[in-house]
Structure formats: structure tokens, C-alpha cells
């Protein structure tokens, strides 16, 4: 009996194997087809144009007028310069403290509804995902050189990298155990 059923395994192994094999096959091409035709990142983009368009909170303002440090409303290769350091605040901010700051400052949000979901998950991402995809898009192209003139800024430099080389965890890895050259990485 047992010998009879590891034959029909195999047989089932043997004429199932190849045909599962071509539809892995199509299905990976169709995918490289997709994704030469354009990326899916770019429709969080058109959402996120559309929030920083869009008018909301108590002021019924939209985010069109936020600087994120080329002027207010400029995105082109806004992203490429952050972290940086904002007069204003008297903070150095990234793209999401900023974002935040703006939707606070210029539409009057709460903060408790602001930041009530930041992250998303794979079938609802969120309006910072969204606003972030898009005005990353704006400096696609454009060198990354984040703000070192201003002394906050060189501090927040100094406590990124230790922070990228501290190690932790069970297995005592920094970020810098993945990151820190070109071409390696860990398996585990």
C-alpha cells in the first residue's frame, strides 16, 4: 500500500511538475511585461497629488502652499534636500515631520486625526504613504544631498550614524550589518 501511494506521488509530481513550471514561467514574464510598462508606485503617486491638491481640515486648505525647504508649494527635488533644517520650527525634519507640521500648521488638522494612521497596510496604505510617494516622485533624477550647513543639521548627521552602526538585537546586527557596503548582505 505505502509503496503504491509513493508511486501516484510520483507520478502526480512528474505530470503536474512541468506544467506548474511554464505557468511560474508566464506568470513571471507578465510581471516583467507590467512592470517595463510602468511602475505600480507611480498610481500612490497620482493619489498623492491629489491629497496635496485636495482642500481639508478646518482651514479647507490644501498643502499646496507647504515648504519643504525650495519654497512654499515648490517640489522639485524637495525630497533629495531633507532632512533639513527649518527656521521656522528651529528643527531639522524629514519629509513626514514636515508633511505633518503642514497639515497641523496650514489646514488646522488635529493632531490626534493626523496622526491616527501613518502607516498603512497592503490593502488600505495611508495619506502619508500616499503624499510621500508623490513628492518623492517630484525629485526622481535629482542627487540625494540632504541639508550639513546648519549645526542641527550636523548633529542629526552624527546621531543617524550612530545610530545606523549601533549594534542590537539577538543577533547583534547594526543597520550597517546589511547596508554599510555595496553588494552585501547576511542569509540567515
Not at 79 to 100: G, S
Request: charged letters at 30%.
Amino acid at each position: 500500500m505505502r509503496m503504491r501511494t509513493v508511486t501516484f506521488g510520483a507520478v502526480l509530481a512528474l505530470t503536474f511538475a512541468p506544467a506548474y513550471a511554464q505557468d511560474a514561467k508566464k506568470e513571471i514574464q507578465k510581471y516583467q511585461q507590467m512592470i517595463t510598462e510602468g511602475s505600480p508606485v507611480e498610481l500612490y503617486e497620482l493619489e498623492g497629488e491629489d491629497l496635496w491638491k485636495k482642500r481639508q481640515g478646518p482651514k479647507n486648505v490644501s498643502l499646496e502652499q507647504c515648504d519643504l525647504g525650495m519654497g512654499p508649494g515648490r517640489l522639485k527635488g524637495a525630497y533629495a534636500h531633507l532632512p533639513r533644517h527649518f527656521p521656522d520650527t528651529d528643527r531639522v525634519m524629514d519629509l513626514e515631520a514636515r508633511l505633518l507640521h503642514c497639515m497641523l500648521t496650514l489646514q488646522g488638522r488635529d493632531l490626534k486625526e493626523a496622526t491616527k494612521r501613518v502607516f498603512g497596510n497592503a490593502d488600505r496604505p495611508s495619506e502619508m504613504e500616499y503624499l510621500s510617494a508623490y513628492i518623492a516622485g517630484q525629485s526622481r533624477g535629482v542627487p540625494v544631498s540632504p541639508g550639513m550647513e546648519h549645526p542641527k543639521e550636523r548633529a542629526a548627521f552624527e546621531l543617524g550614524r550612530k545610530l545606523f552602526f549601533n549594534r542590537a538585537g539577538p543577533w547583534d546586527f547594526s543597520c550597517a550589518s546589511c547596508h554599510g557596503e555595496e553588494g552585501k548582505r547576511i542569509r540567515m
